[in-house]
């Protein structure tokens, strides 16, 4: 075995506990609970989490609205969490922004745009105040394969690569953006891996459904970016499960090919078999870890529940200084 046992059963924790709160989060839709959107993540979390099994305090991460429960890895209190997504002023910014806003300076999540790509030059500037302090830090870039072919990643990309800042551009290519495939919109086999030469970037494609192959792409990645190389690509390849959005039929593609990743790409299902083999965890323990995370996460959704939630009088509030 590659990986020390303590290793393996940390992003395991952390594969699984997202797994369980995007299932959650379908539950809580599902019910009515949730006002607002929710783009789910369910089979694609091993793309989040192999890459962010490489970060080091400091470092800052723009996320995506897919998987939205990534801030939790990162640190962010479960509480305030589901007070965001449920709209209560226990969340990070009061409700106001829900699954597309979490946003949290002490963990250096720096939130997202809701207009794709756009983000990217936050993740560059950054880098920058990175570069200035002249620290060991890398700031993680997240987008999909759709996102990545918008007027404002290449400009930030390129800056980036002008100004070598540490910046990690990561492509989560699940093969869809809403409804459109990604091969009829993207010239190359690899939405951003093939295209970092342009800017002089070095790259790296993973097994996006497979967490320690993602893990040995991004150190690999990070590791370079980190030692003040400048930017750097790394594209991870896996599937959308679900519809773009819950209630999303999914008419126009093959339920047979969603079915057939389902089946046989699972990334915890896969990572369980392999750490039950090798003796990592048992049966009982894995049990255990979803019974444990499961009340966990009812008791952050009570709080956030019984929580007051935005006042019309304060809706305004915070806009302006
Ligand atoms: C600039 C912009 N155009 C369109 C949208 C609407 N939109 C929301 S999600 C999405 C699909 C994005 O696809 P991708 O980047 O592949 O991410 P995925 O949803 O597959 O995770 C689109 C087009 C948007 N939010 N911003
Ligand atoms: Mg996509």
Redesign the pocket.
């Known amino acids: 075995m590659q990986y020390e046992a303590r290793f393996l059963r940390q992003i395991h924790k952390d594969l699984l506990e997202t797994r369980l709160l995007e299932e959650k989060l379908c539950d809580l839709y599902a019910q009515g609970r949730v006002p607002g959107h929710v783009?789910s993540?369910v089979g694609?979390e091993a793309t989040y989490v192999g890459v962010l099994s490489t970060r080091q305090p400091g470092d800052y991460f723009k996320l995506?609205?897919?998987p939205i429960s990534m801030p939790w890895m990162l640190g962010t209190d479960l509480d305030m969490f589901f007070g965001e997504l449920l709209a209560k002023k226990t969340g990070n910014s009061g409700g106001r922004g829900g699954s597309l806003h979490i946003g949290e300076l002490r963990t250096g999540v720096l939130g997202m745009?809701?207009?794709?790509?756009?983000d990217t030059g936050v993740a560059v500037g950054a880098a920058l105040t990175i570069d200035y302090e002249q620290r060991p830090n890398v700031s993680y870039m997240f987008?999909?394969?759709?996102?990545?072919s918008?007027g404002p990643v290449y400009e930030a990309m390129n800056l980036a690569a002008a100004w070598k800042l540490p910046v990690l551009f990561i492509c989560?290519?699940?093969?869809?953006?809403?409804s459109?495939p990604?091969s009829s919109t993207i010239p190359v086999p690899n939405a951003l891996a093939d295209r970092a030469a342009g800017y002089g970037m070095p790259s790296e494609v993973a097994d996006g459904t497979d967490v320690l192959d993602v893990y040995r792409a991004a150190k690999k990645m990070s590791d370079y970016v980190r030692a003040g190389n400048g930017p750097a690509v790394l594209e991870c390849k896996d599937y959308?499960w679900r519809g773009?959005f819950e209630g999303d039929q999914c008419a126009y593609r093959d339920a047979e090919v969603t079915k057939e990743w389902v089946e046989n790409h699972d990334c915890v299902k896969n990572l369980e078999a392999m750490l039950l083999k090798e003796g990592v965890v048992t049966e009982a323990e894995l049990a255990a870890m979803r019974a444990g995370f499961d009340e966990q996460m009812e008791t952050a959704i009570a709080h956030a529940e019984a929580a007051p939630a935005m006042t019309a009088e304060e809706i305004f509030d915070g806009l302006y200084a």
């Open positions: 783009h993540g694609q995506t609205h897919r745009s809701g207009t794709l790509g756009c987008m999909g394969d759709g996102t990545s918008r989560e290519n699940n093969g869809f953006a809403i459109t990604a959308r773009h």
